[in-house]
């Protein structure tokens, strides 16, 4: 990863501008085109190392409700569940940790019914018994930045 890419993540990560043409201020920061900095987003979304650009709503404000899954899954099944998972446009986060349920990701959808909806959906589509589902109690934010110059990319 060049030093320009590296520079654009961090930017679009802390100061993304709220205006009519944000690649073009991001471009004019990065001393690249407007065209530049459309093309290389895209390249690093492809390659994997953007997931999605795009703003933080706060769900619960605008009426959605939003929830935590963990969900048992056997080792050789993780890739096609969490396919079948990430599929649905609110899963947010979906990820694998040593427990028995090892899969754990958040859902998000415009009522309690619809989320229970999907639930069924995701358990009839992967063959999945058990999702346990952990709606959060007390919601504590964190910003989260990668600072990518501390790292050896360029």
């Known amino acids: 990863m060049d030093k320009i890419c590296v520079d654009l993540l961090n930017l679009i990560q802390n100061e993304f501008p709220l205006e009519s043409r944000p690649y073009l201020k991001i471009s004019e920061k990065l001393g690249v085109s407007e065209n530049q900095v459309i093309e290389l987003l895209k390249e690093l979304k492809k390659d994997g190392y953007i997931r999605r650009l795009g703003g933080i709503v706060n769900s619960k404000k605008v009426g959605?409700?939003?929830?935590?899954?963990?969900?048992k899954v056997p080792k050789e099944k993780i890739k096609e569940v969490s396919k079948i998972i990430n599929n649905y446009d609110g899963v947010t986060h979906n990820y694998i940790r040593e427990h028995s349920f090892?899969?754990?990701f958040t859902l998000t959808a415009s009522s309690r019914e619809n989320v229970k909806r999907i639930l069924e959906e995701i358990?009839?589509?992967?063959g999945i018994e058990e999702i346990m589902e952990l709606p959060s109690i007390n919601l504590f934010k964190i910003n989260v930045s990668f600072n990518l110059k501390e790292?050896?990319?360029v």
């Not at 358990?123 to 992967?126: A, F, M, R």
């Open 123 to 126: 358990k009839s589509n992967t």
């Open 64 to 71: 959605y409700y939003s929830t935590l899954c963990a969900v």
């Open 102 to 104: 090892n899969m754990w």
């Open 151 to 153: 790292k050896s990319y």
